[in-house]
């Protein structure tokens, strides 16, 4: 990552990063990793988690610790917050950033599927930052940054289930930034637009869909994963001490 910025506050932080062996978790995880902090992260991807910690090894990079969690199961994932919180002590920075954007129409959501889509896209926001917020409050400090998306402004369509949930986070950033602020504990949130993950290109981004992104966004090129983690960074480091409540847009510039 060398050109990009270095935060040294960033130095030795412990970094939990849900859903970070694909994707823009793995990009958070490398550019975390790149700023020499603890990196933890969950996913259910154990092959792809194994993958990641190999190449961040090769490069020399400090080797994060992962946790194989699936976080719509809260026994797990209050176990795996156990775990950390036992071998580490502190949780300085949480980036909420699992989800699952299958597609879905409107006249195929069950109360079933509603609840699982509700589950994999917010329900674990909200509980992985009531696990960690015990131990940012010994330490007077923490920085939490959620994963929403700009789908709930533009609106998409044929995914209503996910955008419902990611439209929720803006207000989960909101209100908890406003429960957490006195304990100096900040809560913003990323609002990603099309961004070019592996997983997008193999399964969205076609020639039509690549098309239409590039007529809507300003920046006539595709977003890269590694971008948004750069945001994360800001977001994470002493740099940001001042911004909570917040929700940053990186999609260049979509109308
Ligand atoms: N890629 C985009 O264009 C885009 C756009 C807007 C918002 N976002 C948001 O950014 C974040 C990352 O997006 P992405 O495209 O990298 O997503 P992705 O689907 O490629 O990766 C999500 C990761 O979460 C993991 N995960 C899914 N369910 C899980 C579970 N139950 N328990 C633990 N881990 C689980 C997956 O295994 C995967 O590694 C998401 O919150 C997404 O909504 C992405």
């Given amino acids: 990552m060398s050109g990009w910025a270095t935060y040294p506050s960033l130095e030795g932080r412990v970094v939990v990063v849900t859903g970070g062996a694909t994707g823009i978790g793995a990009a958070i995880v490398e550019g975390f990793a790149a700023q020499r902090a603890q990196v933890v992260f969950l996913d259910v991807q154990e092959d792809a988690a194994a993958d990641l910690s190999g190449r961040l090894q090769k490069d020399g990079l400090k080797p994060p610790v992962f946790f194989s969690c699936d976080l719509t199961l809260a026994d797990q994932l209050q176990e795996t917050v156990s775990k950390i919180l036992s071998r580490f002590g502190m949780v300085d920075v949480l980036v909420n950033n699992a989800a699952n954007d299958a597609r879905h129409s409107v006249d195929e959501v069950t109360p079933e599927s509603w609840d699982q889509m509700m589950a994999v896209n917010l329900k674990h926001q909200f509980f992985m930052t009531r696990a960690v917020v015990p131990a940012m409050r010994r330490a007077g400090r923490g920085s939490i940054i959620n994963m929403s998306s700009i789908s709930w402004v533009i609106p998409s369509t044929g995914v209503p289930v996910y955008v419902t949930a ?90």
């Fill in 166 to 255: 990611k439209a929720a986070i803006v207000g989960l950033t909101r209100t908890l930034a406003h429960e957490l602020g006195g304990d100096n504990i900040r809560v913003n949130c990323v609002m990603p637009g099309a961004i070019a993950t592996e997983r997008q290109r193999r399964l969205w981004l076609t020639e039509e869909y690549k098309a239409e992104v590039l007529k809507r966004q300003a920046l006539k090129r595709l977003i890269e994963p590694e971008e948004v983690a750069r945001l994360v960074l800001f977001l994470a480091s002493d740099d940001s001490a001042a911004i909570t409540n917040q929700s940053y847009v990186i999609d260049g510039g979509w109308v």
